[in-house]
């Protein structure tokens, strides 16, 4: 089993629409998420983290995570066109980030 | 502005010849670290650093070498490069109360033939 699992998607939604991304993780003792965002060609970039049990808002991003579950999600609101990239879900555990194979959005006009 | 740097962005070398990519960070960050990225196995770690002095083997330190001899700086040596080293290479740094919060630079496209 992977330690942090993400659908590769790609995963497409008309523009305005909630984008919902899902990720699951292997070790119970995680305590740290997060969500990358890299465009085509480019590095990754912090967007969102929580530790909590529970949502976060930022803007038009929602983190949400349900410990219980091993479960992180992220939801992009009102979807844009230049939201299309891959988003990588990453888990702090055992000393280094772990990070998912990513899940590409596609936002179509 | 804040940023990690990695020089060269693009090389392209052949099997064997001796080469470092520099990585440099202008935020005081004590925890550096370098991944490979590859198409369906993402991102992996190479090595890290949690300060000067102080580095340790990540999930695929095979054929790499890395120094922390200043804190800015966290060169990625590869002493024998082979065409399986051909990939994306991402440094990245951030403070040690907040590890998980990395900042990226903007990656090294290496080739080896």
């Known amino acids: 089993q992977k330690e942090v699992e993400q659908n590769s998607g790609p995963l497409s939604v008309p523009e305005g629409a909630i984008a919902s991304l899902n990720c699951t993780y292997s070790?119970?003792?995680?305590?740290?998420f997060f969500w990358y965002r890299q465009y085509s060609g480019k590095s990754p970039e912090l967007i969102m983290f929580i530790y909590s049990n529970g949502d976060k808002e930022d803007g038009r991003f929602t983190a949400q995570l349900n410990k219980a579950s091993q479960y992180v999600s992220l939801l992009i609101r009102d979807s844009q066109p230049s939201d299309s990239a891959t988003y990588l879900c990453a888990v702090w555990g055992g000393g280094k980030l772990i990070f998912g194979q990513g899940t590409e959005l596609s936002v179509k006009p | 502005e804040a940023q990690v740097t990695q020089n060269p962005r693009y090389l392209i070398t052949v099997t064997g010849k001796k080469l470092t990519v520099t990585c440099s960070q202008n935020?005081?960050?004590?925890?550096m670290s370098w991944y490979r990225q590859d198409p369906g196995l993402g991102l992996r770690q190479i090595y890290y650093?949690?300060?000067?002095?102080?580095?340790d083997k990540g999930d695929v330190p095979e054929g790499y070498k890395v120094s922390r001899k200043e804190k800015r700086n966290f060169p990625l040596i590869l002493e024998s490069p082979s065409p399986n080293q051909t990939s994306l290479y991402f440094c990245?740094?951030?403070?040690?109360?907040?590890?998980?919060?990395?900042?990226f630079g903007p990656g090294t496209r290496l080739t080896v033939t």
């Open positions: 935020m005081n960050h004590e925890y």
């Open positions: 650093s949690m300060n000067v002095e102080v580095t």
């Open positions: 990245a740094s951030s403070s040690l109360d907040s590890l998980g919060e990395q900042y």
């Open positions: 070790d119970r003792g995680s305590q740290s």
